[in-house]
Nanobody, 124 residues
Framework: QVQLTESGGGLVQAGGSLRLSCLAS????????MGWFRQAPGKEREFAAVVSWSGGRTDYAGAVKGRFTISRDNAKNTVYLQMNNLKPDDTAVYYCAQSERFVLTTNPDDYDDWGQGTQVTVSS
């Protein structure tokens, strides 16, 4: 059983920053691709960022590229999402997810385990 626990969400003004964390417990974390997804009210869950098991490869959605940075610390079983220059359109519940695939995947169906989510609200 894998548990993923997100933290770090909150209310921030446009242009501000937040850092989300996702702590993993259970099955081997260090050999898993980790992703961040988000879901705004009335919208489908969408991909935000993904990092390979080593941390050496990343990919981002176009809407966040250049503003968000995903990273991981395998010694701490934690993946991070640094979010800078936040915009009101970034308002959503942010979820971390773990995939047993060794490729970078943006498809939520490829992820096996999900956290409960953390709310990010960006005011204008």
């Amino acid at each position: 059983q894998v548990q993923l626990t997100e933290s770090g969400g909150g209310l921030v003004q446009a242009g501000g920053s937040l850092r989300l964390s996702c702590l993993a417990s259970g099955r081997t974390f260090s050999r898993r691709t980790m992703g961040w997804f988000r879901q705004a009210p009335g919208k489908e869950r969408e991909f935000a960022a993904v990092v390979s098991w080593s941390g050496g490869r990343t990919d981002y959605a176009g809407a966040v590229k250049g503003r968000f940075t995903i990273s991981r610390d395998n010694a701490k079983n934690t993946v991070y999402l640094q979010m800078n220059n936040l915009k009101p359109d970034d308002t959503a519940v942010y979820y971390c997810a773990q995939s047993e695939r060794f490729v970078l995947t943006t498809n939520p169906d490829d992820y096996d385990d999900w956290g409960q989510g953390t709310q990010v609200t960006v005011s204008s």
